[in-house]
């Protein structure tokens, strides 16, 4: 993982524990991660240079 993606999952994770929601913060995480895994392609069009920010 990269620098940026590392201080946006620590601040993420500082956010689930003010507000006592770490489980459902994880719950949400896998969902997203299992899709990410499940459409291979959608990683590859976040990245994509055509996709302005």
Request: a negative charge.
């Amino acid at each position: 993982m990269n620098d940026i993606g590392k201080e946006y999952g620590a601040a993420l994770f500082m956010i689930a524990l003010e507000q006592d929601k770490c489980e459902e913060y994880s719950a949400a995480l896998r969902v997203i991660r299992e899709k990410f895994i499940e459409y291979p392609e959608y990683t590859e069009f976040l990245a994509s240079p055509g996709i302005s920010l």
